[in-house]
């Protein structure tokens, strides 16, 4: 019985240290993935891209503005491309960067983000927000809020929280961040939850 009892409360203890470490490592991982974000631009301004090539509930790729150290000069004028997004399999928000690489053909400059960087791991014991996804989309006057405490976003017309079309991306004006971190022994505590709303100042 006494075996039993210190066990739980041990178990007790740990859980309640995860929350505490939770809260402090997802507002972090909070702070990192928004910072990068605010850097989202459009790499070119001629409608080939848009400021975010890929928009998934759990995924995001988009070109940020944070200077580059390319393989050719010409590469420092355009952008990295940079991708986050979870690993489900090892619980781990991944940051990852591609350099621009820049080609010249009769004088025409044309850029491409081929060549992958290593992964940054933003958070680890990262799970899924419940309900609903990491990342959330937001046209220009998607002001509204849920009874989930989320933002309803116009965007999403597929049903799956992606946004698909070129058409729709280039609209994306602002993202929520839901980053639920749950390093407890067994998940038993409830994961810890930070949110932030990012808005792309220079997306276009």
């Known amino acids: 019985m006494v075996f039993v009892t210190f066990t739980q409360g041990l178990e007790a203890t740990r859980s309640t240290d995860a929350r505490t470490n939770d809260g402090a490592h997802a507002r972090l991982a909070l702070a990192d993935a928004s910072k990068l974000l605010r850097t989202a631009v459009d790499p070119d301004g001629l409608g080939g891209h848009v400021a975010v090539d890929l928009a998934t509930p759990t995924e995001i790729v988009f ?48 850029p491409s983000w081929d060549i992958p960087g290593p992964n940054h791991i933003i958070a680890r014991s990262v799970v899924l927000p419940q309900p609903g996804p990491i990342f959330t989309y937001l046209a220009e006057n998607d002001f509204d809020v849920g009874a989930d405490g989320r933002a309803i976003s116009s965007l999403l017309r597929d049903g799956a929280g992606d946004v698909t079309d070129i058409d729709e991306r280039v609209k994306i004006r602002g993202i929520e961040m839901w980053i639920s971190l749950n390093s407890a022994p067994n998940k038993r505590a409830e994961a810890t939850t930070a949110v932030s709303r990012v808005t792309l100042l220079n997306r276009a």
């Open 63 to 110: 070109f940020a503005a944070v200077g580059s150290k390319g393989t050719t000069v010409t590469d420092d004028r355009y952008p990295f491309k940079a991708r986050i997004w979870l690993d489900p399999v090892t619980e781990t928000l991944i940051e990852q960067r591609f350099e621009p690489v820049v080609t010249v053909v009769n004088g025409i400059e044309s």
